[in-house]
């Protein structure tokens, strides 16, 4: 059977093209070029490229591909308008393919998430110009084929057995999690992220962390979605069924959220939400919000200056410590009391250790204060491999604190975390930074005396029924006791479960404040 054969040349450039690409003369090289299309998902440390398909028109159908067959190089080059900065390469590098698999005329190339070379953001950190951000990097994907593909007509005629070709890509990446979002640019106010839940009658509204806010005034409005699940999170299957549907309304800080007075951002966000509460049909009693870090003082900021808007908070991390030195004002031992008086219940969230902002400071610090004359419960959770955790609360299911383990590595604290980035489908331990503990509300997994989650209790949260906890029997991933702790006592944790061996590290690293 005649084979389609010309001599092997290097890929053609790639912006729009391949990059031009030297590899060894394997066999014969047609003149076809096939479109090659970017898929990524939001994981727990951001948005990455994990599937490349390949379309080799209607009517084909390709076999013999293997993990071996292509290369796949990655480039991701900054582009904010700085002359110091725009076009310095973020990174440069091979991405490892885990998987491929074939489905008529398309394969699919599946990659490591965790390989170095997948994110769609770039950080920029430059303490002089003070630059702290996450920004959407600009991509360049360059495919080589490395041996021949068997090829077959939609009839089962074989066209060739030693098939080579030539890939393009225009480096557009879709992601159905974000997809359902759309960009709201409010002019002279706060731009977001918008999921419409249609005729529901609910909102969760979501402040970032410091490391996703707008960035020479560039109007990105992705960098709080894409930075990690922070707003991917409540649009999921698994939270809008919880929620009984949700709209979700991620907001953007045109800098960063420590201006939050100085720029009288908590008002412009108040009016932001009333106008989608009016627009929408919205419930006012069941308006949910959630922030993390600078993120999560924005949220206190926000209880304390409208008491009665949020029906439950969810508060991760929260930076009050460091507001005042970041242009911020931390929040008086008077304020956070205040919060006492409002119907708006809290679940704090954060790790033992925390090398961002001292935990005893900021959740430690409040849930202090708000449980001030109550008695507190505690309950313990040992889980397989994300990290264990002591769940603190009132009797009257109003305030709770979950402080979850960390442990050393190599000189720096950090928090367990289950993933599976090879994507085989088997879970294995990653170390994060220990602030980055919104991954674990994100994912739904703290959990209280009675075994409710914390998006569960925050939907079913009811202000005029007293829930006293009921503890369950321990095991893994379950609690191990319920004690009472007196009138304002936390109590110490218990000695960490021994650890299941390390499996890999975390993504390149970014400073979330």
Known sequence: MKKFRKIFAAAASMALAVTAFSAPVLAQTVDTTYNCSLSARVTDAGEVVNKMTIDFGAGNRVSNVDVDTFTVTAKSTIKIEDEDYKGKVQYDGERK???????????????????????????????????????????????????????????????????????????????????KFESVIVENGINYQYYDA?????????????????????????????????????????????????????????????????????????????????????????????GCSAGGYMTTRMLIA???????????????????????????????????????????VQGVTDSSVATDECSKRMFKILTEGQET???????????????????????????????????????????????????????????WTWI????????????????????????DAEQPATPVAPSPDSPEKAVPTGDNVLTSLYATAALLSVCGLAFVKRKFN
């Open 440 to 463: 674990f509300t994100l994912n739904n997994n703290p959990k209280d005396a009675s075994g409710t989650s914390i998006m569960e209790w925050a939907a079913n949260y009811n202000v």
């Open 97 to 179: 393919i885990v998987k491929v698999e074939t489905d008529g005329q398309y394969v699919n190339v599946y990659f490591d998430e965790n390989d170095g070379y997948g994110s769609t953001l770039t950080y920029i950190s430059d303490a002089e110009k003070g630059y702290a951000r996450n920004y959407p990097g600009e991509l360049e994907y360059t495919i080589v084929q490395n041996k021949g593909v068997t090829l077959t007509a939609a009839d089962g005629r074989e066209i060739d057995n030693d098939y080579i070709a030539k890939y393009t890509t225009d480096n557009t990446v879709t992601n159905d999690e974000t997809a």
């Open 306 to 348: 409208y008491p009665d808007l949020f029906k439950a908070a969810m508060i991760n991390c929260p930076a009050l410590d460091v507001a005042t030195i970041r242009g911020g004002q931390t929040p008086t031992d008077e304020e956070l009391a205040s919060l006492t008086k409002s119907d708006t219940a809290i679940w704090l």
């Open 198 to 290: 249609g005729d529901a009658d609910s909102l969760i509204v979501w402040f970032h962390g410091n490391g996703e806010g707008d960035l020479l005034n560039s109007g990105n409005n992705v960098a709080q979605m894409l930075a990690n699940r922070g707003t991917v999170a409540w649009a999921s299957d698994e939270a809008q069924e919880i929620f009984g549907g949700a709209h979700v309304m991620s907001f953007q800080a045109p800098d960063t959220w420590y201006y939050a007075q100085r720029d009288g951002l908590l008002e412009i966000a108040y009016n932001e939400i009333n106008d989608l509460i009016k627009a929408k049909n919205i419930d006012p009693e069941k308006v949910y919000v959630s």
């Open 377 to 435: 419960t505690e309950i313990r959770y040992l889980q397989n491999i994300n990290s264990d955790f002591t769940t603190y609360e009132t009797k009257d299911n109003k305030y709770k604190l979950t402080l979850y383990d960390t442990v050393n590595v190599d000189g720096a604290n950090k928090i367990n975390l289950e993933e599976d980035y090879d994507m085989d489908g088997i879970p294995t331990l990653v170390h994060y930074n220990d602030h």
